[in-house]
């Protein structure tokens, strides 16, 4: 018992790779993965959060690569993972998302990842779909309310099978997650500069192929970021606060989750889209990899041009 306990642990911290790469939102700029809530390119577009209009929409392809050698351990120091290994992601994102009209916008995600933990003697590969993420965007307009919030809901559905064996990595949590997330965000400057952000939380159902439960978890971001001509910017932060982790009905209240990055992001227009570069640069954490994180991606936009939609903050602010 106490073997197969260890060695779930240990899944849980190869998974906890899986899950930095899933922290990264997509907003105006940084690349759009995983299980952190992703909003449209718009969610700040003229000052006010908005969904797509009506089939409107745009759809981004991505890549991802991240590499750890250390880890957080449960008070958060650093710490090398054992052997030398080195935990190793790569991982590209087929990204969409479609306005339906009356308020209301849809987002899907598709992953594939390639992971692998090497070690100087031996490597250990594991390619294969990720966990396929939707999400549904309701606008404060679609409640007839002219205030600059979107609510999100959103799923994460297990896209591979999950190997109960602490020598084959896992591409899936093995369990269904949902969540609920607040957005917000406005223009600043006139249109020169941006700032945005949400806070949400994130319900997660038990892996019982496994017999464990991850444990619910709060996320948050925030970002500031702008265009000039063809280049644009944004500078964000991100957190994650996740309660502890349960296995085979024990409650291992050290091995709770916590995570706090830095994302810069740089882009500019090429072409008929928008080509953008990501780091992730993790400032603290808890039960899991230090990764360093690079993702380049490319969006194409349609039917956005030409909408007008007045600040709807100044407008609340204006009638205070």
């Known amino acids: 018992m106490e073997t197969r306990v260890k060695h779930l642990v240990f899944i ?8 930095i790469l899933c922290s990264t939102p997509g907003v105006l700029a940084a690349q759009a993965v995983c299980s952190a809530p992703h909003s449209s390119p ?50 590209a994102f087929l990204t969409g998302a479609l306005g339906l009209g009356h308020g209301v916008e849809l987002w899907a995600q598709l992953p594939i990842h390639r992971l692998s933990v090497e070690r100087p003697e031996t490597t250990t590969r594991s390619n294969g779909l990720g966990d396929l993420r939707l999400a549904a965007r309701v606008g404060a ?7 600059p919030f979107a609510l999100r809901i959103g799923t994460k559905l297990p896209g591979s099978d999950f190997p109960v064996d602490a020598s084959v990595l896992p591409l899936t949590e093995g369990q269904r997650d949902w969540e609920l997330s607040l957005e917000s965000g406005s223009t600043l400057r006139g249109e020169a500069v941006h700032a945005i952000g949400w806070a949400g939380y994130r319900w997660r159902e038990a892996n019982v192929k496994a017999d464990r439960d991850p444990g619910d978890e709060w996320f948050a971001h925030l970002a500031v970021g702008g265009r000039a001509g063809p280049m644009m ?13 349960t296995v085979l009905g024990f409650e291992l209240r050290d091995e709770a989750r916590r995570l706090v990055q830095l994302v810069p992001t740089v882009g500019m227009a090429l072409g008929p889209g928008d080509l953008e570069l990501t780091a992730q640069l993790p400032l603290s ?16 936009t349609w039917g956005l041009e030409p909408q007008v939609d ?3 903050l100044d407008d609340w602010l204006e009638r205070r």
């Open 42 to 91: 718009t969610l700040a577009g003229r000052g006010s959060v908005r969904v797509l209009p009506r089939w409107a929409g745009w759809i981004q392809v991505s890549g991802l690569e991240q590499s750890a050698n250390r880890f957080f351990t449960p008070s958060g120091d650093r710490r090398a993972f054992l052997s030398e290994a080195t935990f190793r992601t790569r991982s």
């Open 141 to 147: 307009r679609a409640l007839g309310l002219n205030l």
């Open 12 to 19: 849980s911290t190869v998974l906890g790779q899986a899950a």
């Open 233 to 245: 910017w944004q500078v964000g932060a991100e957190a994650l606060w996740g309660r502890p982790l």
């Open 285 to 300: 954490g808890r039960n899991l990899p230090a990764a360093n994180g690079l993702s380049v991606g490319y969006r194409i």
């Open 310 to 312: 007045e600040s709807a």
